[in-house]
């Protein structure tokens, strides 16, 4: 069976995803664990989908590229991916539809509803790997593997057995184990990457001196996250994960340090006035350019200034 390529398949429901796809109506109808090893004969869509669901799937491989938002991910060897409801999923390249991709290991679905009046409904929007429309995925050593693997195989062991007044309280602290340790394992591996990241702050620190350049000729707004990760190839809530770890600063935080220093440089080393200043970092009002100044500075920019007169 094939499914229409030319845009994206809507699977509104698990159980539409579920006959669909060739198997059995889950045992729950808000919650799903698909077990590949024991799945074989599933139909997965030759094009890009959108699931109204969460999706967090194990690989232990994957052959070329896997769309994810507006980019891929860029590995080959497998790994833990996630997707947030909503989002554009599924194998692409170069703008054509490719084959089906393999099915995963694991594949947990979890429809928003599931998770109504538990603290887990408002704190999985927090988790930043949700929100990647990036070509970044969580790779695994063997240790970290194993230990997701297990908590996979509880729920599935919850689901199989009778469906009890406790049974979504256990699958929510068994749902909210797995995402804490991604959590972990995801900031292990935004250290461990650092050659990556280096790379990503060289090009992020050309930007920014590329944008200050210009805007000393010609008048730009003051940079926004959204514009560096685009310039990026990366998603806003990436680069500032990334930055933290770098840098102990968020995106924001990082754009705001900027722009004071090229401030200082300029109030110290040239005759423009506050204003002019603020007109050439990209303010539109020099009002808004001397209250974050002096929220970082402890100075307004006039008394920075007079400080090499």
Known sequence: MKYETTSPYQFNSLSEAHRLMGLPMPKHPLLSIIDGCQSSNVRMPSGTHVL?????SYKPKLSGKLRYGQS???FDGGGLLFAAPGQVIGPYEDGEATEPEPLAMFTLLIHPDFLWGHPLAKKIKQYGFFSYATNEALHLSDEEKETLIAIFKMVQTELDNRIDDLSQK??????????NYADRFYKRQFITRNAAHSDLLQKLEAI????FNEAETSAKSVPTVHQLADHLNISPSYLSDMLRVATGLNAQQHIHEKLVAKAKEMLSTTQLSVS?????LGFEHPQSFSKL???KVLQSPLEFRRTFN
């Open 208 to 211: 920014l001196e590329a944008h």
């Open 170 to 179: 256990v699958i929510l602290s068994q749902i909210e184990l797995l995402l």
């Open 276 to 280: 002019e200043v603020a007109y050439v």
């Open 293 to 295: 100044f002096r929220k």
């Open 72 to 74: 891929h991910y860029d």
């Open 52 to 56: 109204h669901f969460y999706k967090i």
